[in-house]
């Protein structure tokens, strides 16, 4: 499943990133507890959390995480798609809460981590 | 090699400045993907606690080829129990910093899972000198 079909399964809009509507995504993890994002071992993962603030995409940074996905709508401000364009990091808002995010995800076959 | 990034203690929306900057640096000498990970995610954790609980702190960064070594010395308040500290789950961080994405207790001992050495030592009343080692395998990914 690739970064375009998550974005019309949830509805969502990409706030970042268009040239890479076509990454393959194969994992994901769901924590707004950045701590918990950076003991993971596995990069190139997709990251769904509640918490949109510069250091939710620091952590990506720091983690070779590729893609984001915000939920409920949360504002993500200019500081953080810089930071994301910097690392070809997507960043993807989306209505749902993290919660049917993650459960839209692993129902369409997206593996987690644990 | 050797760099140096001062860190403002509070300063949330600069916190990772030093890593970032790292980062790209190992990246442009080669280092292997997982190596360069391992470095960044320990400075990033150590800069986070910088900005977290210090007034203001200092990164070294010192690249070698056989190693990288990063002291972390800030001016703050101190850490009175080292073990304890050390400890996953044992946090002193207020709200604020738990409205970051930080503040679990898990920093330190992130920090230490991913440095082949670390050091700790601290006055409380007047700061934290944290020493991380990584060696560079030639051998790794």
């Known amino acids: 499943m690739n970064v375009g079909d998550i974005i019309k399964m949830l509805d969502a809009s990409i706030v970042t990133g268009n040239d890479h509507i076509l990454r393959e995504v194969e994992y994901a993890f769901a924590s707004d507890l950045m701590s918990d994002v950076l003991t993971l071992e596995r990069d190139r993962i997709l990251l769904i959390t509640g918490l949109s603030n510069l250091q939710a995409v620091r952590t990506a940074e720091m983690s070779d995480i590729n893609t984001i996905i915000v939920g409920r709508n949360k504002t993500i401000s200019e500081d953080m798609i810089k930071v994301a364009d910097e690392n070809d990091i997507v960043m993807i808002q989306s209505a749902y809460s993290v919660f049917h995010i993650a459960g839209e995800l692993f129902r369409a076959g997206i593996k987690p981590i644990y | ?141």
Not at chain 2, 15 to 30: H, P, R, T, Y
């Open chain 2, 1 to 141: 090699m050797h760099l140096k990034y001062k860190i403002a203690g509070g300063d949330f929306s600069n916190a990772g400045n030093a890593a970032s900057s790292v980062k790209k640096i190992l990246k442009q000498l080669n280092i292997a993907p997982l190596t360069a990970k391992r470095i960044v995610v320990a400075l990033y954790e150590g800069e986070v606690n910088i900005v977290a609980h210090a007034w203001s702190g200092i990164i070294n960064v010192t690249i070698d080829s056989e190693r990288i070594a990063i002291v972390l010395d800030d001016a703050g308040p101190g850490i009175s129990d080292i073990e304890q500290a050390m400890q996953e789950g044992f946090s002193t961080a207020g709200p604020r910093v738990r409205e970051m994405g930080f503040g679990a207790g898990m920093g330190l001992p992130n920090m230490k899972k991913n440095t082949d050495s670390m050091t700790i030592s601290s006055v409380p009343g007047r700061g934290t000198k944290v020493e991380l080692v990584n060696y560079l395998d030639k051998n790794a990914y």
